[in-house]
């Protein structure tokens, strides 16, 4: 069983790892965990720049909103983090960002349907976009679990940006890493035509336990120099 202590480093890691791939900027977004057992949440505290963040920055509230510890106040989008935790008990991690290319398309109103063996692989289906709503109370949260799907562990939120989940905060990196991945790939594709979709008995659909994927496809060591990730992201985001 975790710490709080540990809790509240991992989501430090997975505010740095949103900063450091390009996902947020100055204090925008945020990424939050929850202990279950203890009924806690730890989140981003609200206006801090990442660069200056430490794991003690963390905000801990129960799942009323009340801050328990920390010297800041929490995110303002403590309220959509509570609700979704409150109705997903699934779910262990949230990350809420305006990545540039996931965000444009949102602006649009624009689902992201499956027409990469990428978002087939990551996301199982297409990645809803949720209806513009308001920020007031936990307006959003609602929203996010009303329209979120069965699999795609990721939802963008028209004219705003993106919220993703996992069973972790770590998880949940990957989420929000993984959808502006593929929304850039869709939107340069934009540029050019028009995507078709996958066929609809593509194998990816269905991943492999990780366990059994990884013994059936040994992984090969990447060579530093193909490493793409921007800023060190590699640190946070390894599947």
Request: charged residues 20%; contains cysteine; proline residues 9%.
């Amino acid at each position: 069983m975790a710490t709080l202590e540990q809790l509240r480093k991992e989501v430090w890691e997975a505010n740095l790892g949103i900063w450091r791939g390009g996902l947020v900027t100055m204090h925008s977004g945020n990424a939050s965990g929850i202990d279950r057992r203890r009924g806690l949440v730890v989140i981003k505290p609200s206006g801090m720049d990442y660069d200056r963040m430490r794991p003690a920055d963390m905000v801990v509230t129960d799942l009323e909103g009340r801050k328990l510890k920390g010297r800041w106040k929490p995110s303002v989008d403590l309220p959509d983090h509570l609700y979704i935790y409150k109705h997903c008990p699934e779910i262990g991690g949230v990350i809420h960002t305006h990545s540039n290319y996931a965000t444009s398309l949102a602006l649009l109103g624009r689902s992201i349907p499956v027409v990469l063996t990428a978002i087939a692989d990551e996301f199982g289906e297409e990645i809803p976009c949720v209806p513009y709503v308001d920020n007031r109370a936990d307006h959003i949260g609602k929203a996010i679990v009303k329209y979120m799907g069965k699999k795609a562990p990721a939802i963008l939120l028209a004219q705003h940006g993106t919220f993703a989940w996992g069973a972790t905060p770590r998880a949940a990196l990957k989420a929000a890493v993984m959808i502006e991945d593929v929304a850039t790939t869709v939107h340069l594709a934009l540029l050019l035509g028009k995507p078709r979709p996958l066929p609809p008995a593509t194998p990816l659909t269905v991943r492999l336990p990780q366990r059994t994927h990884d013994r059936q496809y040994p992984r090969r060591p990447i060579p530093p120099a193909r490493l793409s990730w921007p800023h060190g992201l590699n640190d946070y985001c390894l599947s």
